[in-house]
């Protein structure tokens, strides 16, 4: 997979994109499980691709529900057993 961000909030702790080769679109968070850092990539349609990356602030409720990991059922790579929490 080939993620390319549009758009990154470095205040808010996201960015917005597509993963290249599918042409899906994502929102990304940073996570940690204490050995390292990496991000995890939940998806999105076109329409809501086109609204947070016009208007970010419209993706912060569903960024803090990314991080409450109440949107799992949405992430193109599943987690392994050591999952890191959101930063």
């Given at each position: 997979?080939?993620?390319?961000?549009?758009?990154?909030?470095?205040?808010?702790?996201?960015?917005?994109?597509?993963?290249?080769?599918?042409?899906?679109?994502?929102?990304?968070?940073?996570?940690?499980n204490?050995?390292?850092?990496?991000?995890?990539?939940?998806?999105?349609?076109?329409?809501?691709?086109?609204?947070?990356?016009?208007?970010?602030?419209?993706?912060?409720?569903?960024?803090?529900?990314?991080?409450?990991?109440?949107l799992?059922?949405?992430?193109?790579?599943?987690?392994?057993?050591?999952?890191?929490?959101?930063?």
């Amino acid at each position: 997979m080939k993620f390319q961000d549009v758009f990154v909030s470095r205040e808010h702790m996201f960015s917005v994109g597509i993963e290249k080769e599918s042409g899906r679109f994502y929102v990304s968070i940073p996570v940690s499980n204490g050995m390292v850092d990496y991000e995890e990539y939940y998806e999105i349609d076109r329409a809501t691709f086109e609204l947070f990356k016009r208007d970010p602030n419209a993706a912060l409720p569903f960024v803090m529900r990314c991080r409450k990991r109440e949107l799992d059922e949405l992430l193109l790579i599943q987690p392994g057993t050591n999952r890191g929490t959101a930063i």
